[in-house]
């Protein structure tokens, strides 16, 4: 069984920051691959960024802005946001992928419950 749970939403105004975390049940190190994607109502789901055994990836909209992140030692990959827009607004859930290597970049085994970030004045 794999759980993964995010935490670190909430209401923030626009050129702000948030930090979003997702922890994982065990050891992150036996996935190939995690990752961030977002949804907002009424929009496609979205991957915001990946990261894998050495490499890191970011959609063009949060590049300069976000990076991601992990901390084997406690099993959590973080999300840093900077310079947040009303445009960042929507569900943000953590992703993981076990058993395989794929070049698909939106392929996941893996989802937690999702965090709300909402960019507001």
């Known amino acids: 069984q794999v759980q993964l749970v995010e935490s670190g939403g909430g209401l923030v105004q626009p050129g702000g920051s948030l930090r979003l975390s997702c922890a994982a049940s065990?050891?992150?190190?036996?996935?190939?691959?995690m990752g961030w994607h977002r949804q907002a109502p009424g929009k496609q789901r979205e991957l915001v960024a990946t990261?894998?055994?050495?490499?890191?990836y970011y959609a063009d909209s949060v590049k300069g802005r976000f990076t991601i992140s992990r901390d084997n030692a406690k099993n959590t990959v973080y999300l840093q946001m900077n310079s947040l827009k009303p445009e960042d607004t929507a569900v943000y859930h953590c992703?993981?992928?076990?058993?395989?290597?794929?070049?698909?970049?939106?392929?996941?085994?893996?989802w937690g419950q999702g965090t709300q970030v909402t960019v507001s004045s």
């Open positions: 992703a993981a992928r076990s058993g395989y290597v794929t070049t698909n970049r939106n392929a996941y085994n893996y």
């Open positions: 065990g050891s992150i190190a036996r996935f190939n691959a």
């Open positions: 990261i894998d055994s050495g490499n890191t």
